[in-house]
């Protein structure tokens, strides 16, 4: 038992001397910006897909716009073929600093068009489809594509190895976020919902109990006239 806590013991501080070795080498500033950089490689996709319960009842293709979505965000996959064929015949035009940026760009007035135009659908043959919606989650799938080969050695090239962990940190989190704030979303709904089912009960069952009231005010005028 002794021999098994002094190795626990012993295991303990030497991770604890990791930990300060480590966090001398580091700026937590830093780290914590390159967590938020590197959770932009995903985080707009999965946005969209923790949206898709509240998109799938307002648009007209209704469920059939998952494997609609499903099919563009497969297609987008090609950006990193696209940038390692653009990178190895012209590494200096096709950098990896110039590719993040570009990502980073593209990526930002994706999803501020997609916030009003998300819904605009036009219609096709007697059919309606949300072109915008496509076009736009096709952009984004083919930039998250490419960031995942693109981020990892933008960081190594500009900052020490010791950044590569907050790296994977924040394509973690790209999921994470995403489904935390659609549960927060579904909460506040059920709640809103809940509270009006409550209002209408009440409204109700006060309209019912006020013809009783009614009636029995006129039975007791009918009584005392007799």
Not at 81 to 88: D, N, P, R, T
Request: net charge neutral; aromatic share 12%; glycine share 4%.
């Amino acid at each position: 038992m002794n021999d098994g806590t002094e190795m626990e013991v012993e295991k303990s501080f030497s991770l604890c001397k990791r930990l300060k070795a480590y966090s001398a080498k580091i700026n937590w500033t830093v780290f914590i910006l390159i967590c938020l950089f590197t959770m932009g490689s995903w985080i707009d996709t999965y946005g969209i897909w923790s949206q898709l319960p509240i998109i799938t009842h307002k648009l007209d293709e209704k469920l059939t716009l998952n494997s609609k979505l499903t099919v563009i965000t497969q297609i987008g996959q090609l950006g990193p073929f696209l940038f390692i064929l653009g990178h190895s015949c012209a590494p200096k035009t096709c950098s990896f600093s110039r590719v993040s940026y570009l990502i980073l760009l593209v990526g930002a007035l994706s999803c501020f068009l997609l916030a009003f135009l998300w819904d605009q659908q036009m219609e096709i043959q007697g059919r309606k489809y949300s072109i915008a919606l496509y076009s736009l989650n096709f952009c984004l799938s083919l930039l998250d594509g490419t960031s995942t080969v693109v981020f990892l050695p933008f960081i190594c090239e500009n900052y020490i190895r010791e950044y590569i962990i907050p790296n994977y940190i924040g394509e973690s989190l790209a999921a994470f976020v995403p489904g935390l704030l659609s549960l927060i979303q579904n909460l506040n709904n059920e709640f809103s919902h809940s509270s009006s089912i409550m209002t209408s009960c009440s409204s109700s069952s006060s309209s019912l109990s006020s013809p009783s009231l009614s009636f029995d005010h006129h039975q007791n005028q009918n009584s005392s006239s007799l």
